[in-house]
């Protein structure tokens, strides 16, 4: 048996920077809270509570501390009115929004403010398109074209697919009548790497494992796209491996999303390797 591990793998860039803003709060503060998951990994998320994180969501009653807590909000961000009320509830609010994801707020905003019918590609349940409904209300956030007209700006969720978002943009405006049409790939890149690895990894392997959080949307975009091509594995980590027969593979490929630690990867390879 032959086994490959992906080169891009580990966090990127917006979830080390929550993450690190999280873990220095917890050194020098006394109570510290994230606005829900502050990335989406359930192991993660239960490390940082372990080390003293609790978890406050958008519908919970302020807590009795909060004058006296730090409140960092999660990466995929949120929208400013409630932003306010925490900064008026808690000591400190910060925002550690990934960059990336609030350069796509700023293009909604402005495009909206242009006079542009701003529709996303996104789901509408994500955290980042919550957030970003904040931002502009009126934005329409969708997986399926829609037929539009006068001014349109096109974008997407920063977790989607990129074919999938081409797709997408080109059947929106075959069937629209635009007088002017604004099209940005607003996709982060690192995870388009991964899935254009993803691809290959399918195309070569007969069983390829994902690892990384159930509801982490850039991690089932894997999944999802190797299972196109191959036999596919999405384990949140190696204890779901536990069991597994890895007998009768010749190759397997294992990849992991932008929120899945380096050692929940490095224990999934252990576990092939011990079992195949």
Known sequence: MKLYVADNIGFCFGVERALKTVEECLEHEHSVYSLGEIVHNRNVVERLKAKGLKVFHENDTIPEDAQDSVLVVRAHGVAPRVLNELEKNFKRVIDATCPIVLKLFERAKAAKEAGYTVIVFGDENHDEMKALKGHVEDVIVTTRPL?????????????????????????????????????????????HKREVEVKKMAVECDLVIVVGGKNSSNTKKLA????????VLHVQDASELEEFDFKGFKKIGVTAGTSTPLEDVGLVVERIRSGG
Not at 149 to 173: N, P, R, W, Y
Not at 174 to 180: D, G, I, L, N, R
């Open 147 to 191: 037929a539009l007209q006068g001014k349109i700006c096109v974008l997407s969720q920063t977790t989607m697919s990129l074919d999938d978002f081409l797709s997408f943009g080109a059947e929106t405006l075959k069937a629209s009548e635009p007088t002017e049409l604004l099209f940005f790939n607003t996709v982060c890149e690192v995870t």
């Open 224 to 231: 999802r796209i190797a299972s196109k091509t191959t036999k």
